[in-house]
């Protein structure tokens, strides 16, 4: 079973930066698309940003041109680099990927991991 597990939460006062990243460990052959999402308190779930295999990238309208998503296939590993925080940026942020098991599959899992807060305050 893969998981994932996100670190680089904290606070941090407004116009400032952070850095998650998440690493997945476990049994897998490959991972396709991984994202960023966020969940801020009475709000659903959003996507913040996408990357997949390739590098190809995408973001959500209220973080482009701050946020940054990159990763390390090697490593099983994707980072998203945060400037200019908001306090709307305020939220947990969870770590997505697209996990193929084997070689072979058609499919992928859909895996979470558990989220790291990040607070946006002064």
């Known amino acids: 079973q893969v998981q994932l597990v996100e670190s680089g939460g904290g606070l941090v006062q407004p116009g400032g930066s952070l850095r998650l990243s998440c690493v997945a460990s476990?049994?897998?052959?490959?991972?396709?698309?991984m994202a960023w999402y966020r969940q801020a308190p009475g709000k659903q779930r959003d996507l913040v940003a996408v990357?997949?295999?390739?590098?190809?990238?995408n973001y959500a309208s209220s973080v482009k041109g701050r946020f940054t998503i990159s990763r390390d296939n090697a490593k099983n590993t994707v980072s998203l680099q945060m400037n200019s925080l908001k306090p709307g940026d305020t939220a947990v942020y969870y770590c997505?990927?697209?996990?193929?098991?084997?070689?072979?599959?058609?499919?992928?899992?859909?895996?979470w991991g558990k989220g790291t807060l990040v607070t946006v305050s002064s």
């Open positions: 997505n990927a697209g996990i193929r098991s084997t070689a072979t599959v058609s499919y992928v899992i859909n895996t």
């Open positions: 476990g049994s897998m052959f490959s991972i396709d698309t």
């Open positions: 990357i997949t295999r390739d590098g190809k990238t």
